[in-house]
T-cell receptor, first 115, second 113 residues
Framework: SAVISQKPSRDICQRGTSLTIQCQVD?????MFWYRQQPGQSLTLIAT?????????ESGFVIDKFPISRPNLTFSTLTVSNMSPEDSSIYLC????????????FGQGTRLTVV | AQSVAQPEDQVNVAEGNPLTVKCTYS??????LFWYVQYPNRGLQFLLK??????LVKGSYGFEAEFNKSQTSFHLKKPSALVSDSALYFC???????????FGTGTKLQVIP
């Protein structure tokens, strides 16, 4: 299994500002995933982050709005830029184990409220 | 495209009674299927998975799930529900390897004392 630490756990931000969410894993992993869970809804994949290359974004998500860094095999950041109230969600970091196939492990999530 | 469906937004069950949370999938090839639970203000916790082998998979906290290929279903079950089982349950699936995981819409389980 993998232990994932995500910071901050929650934040309240003003519209128009940006927030960077950090994800730290206790072991080296190839891919890290960022999800969004809007209130009362399921998880939607934002992007997949590989170390040493640009993140791969899902349809409906763009790098300018959600820039991602992956400087090494244990760490990644997701920035929510120029926030609006519609960005209020839980953002979750996820990794897969190094042996395939396996389940995904999730951080505790960052609950973001934009006012 | 792969998809996972959870037809029930909410399931209510009396404490001590058996519970079932339904899930159907549409995944190409051999499906890898998962159940996760989410408690309020928490991340997702892994319950169990089906990769191959026995159709009945046992997981954490007394939960189990039955893989039914002909009905493309992977229902979550527990013989005797506890109030502490009340949470949001997500079914998820993928076609294997390091492919993207698709989540269902979630089912809120309410266990009534």
């Amino acid at each position: 299994s993998a232990v994932i630490s995500q910071k901050p756990s929650r934040d309240i931000c003003q519209r128009g500002t940006s927030l960077t969410i950090q994800c730290q894993v206790d072991s080296q992993v190839t891919m890290m995933f960022w999800y969004r869970q809007q209130p009362g809804q399921s998880l939607t994949l934002i992007a997949t982050a590989n170390q040493g290359s640009e993140a791969t974004y899902e349809s409906g998500f763009v790098i300018d709005k959600f820039p991602i860094s992956r400087p090494n095999l244990t760490f990644s950041t997701l920035t929510v830029s120029n926030m609006s109230p519609e960005d209020s969600s839980i953002y979750l970091c996820s990794v897969e184990g190094q042996l395939s196939p396996t389940e995904a492990f999730f951080g505790q999530g960052t609950r973001l409220t934009v006012v | 495209a792969q998809s996972v469906a959870q037809p029930e937004d909410q399931v209510n069950v009396a404490e001590g009674n058996p519970l079932t949370v339904k899930c159907t999938y549409s995944v190409s090839g051999n499906p890898y299927l998962f159940w996760y639970v989410q408690y309020p203000n928490r991340g997702l916790q892994f319950l169990l998975k089906y990769i191959t082998g026995d159709n009945l998979v046992k997981g954490s906290y007394g939960f189990e799930a039955e893989f039914n290929k002909s009905q493309t279903s992977f229902h979550l079950k527990k013989p005797s529900a506890l109030v502490s089982d009340s949470a949001l349950y997500f079914c998820a699936g993928r076609s294997g390897g390091y492919q993207k995981v698709t989540f269902g819409t979630g089912t809120k389980l309410q266990v009534i004392p």
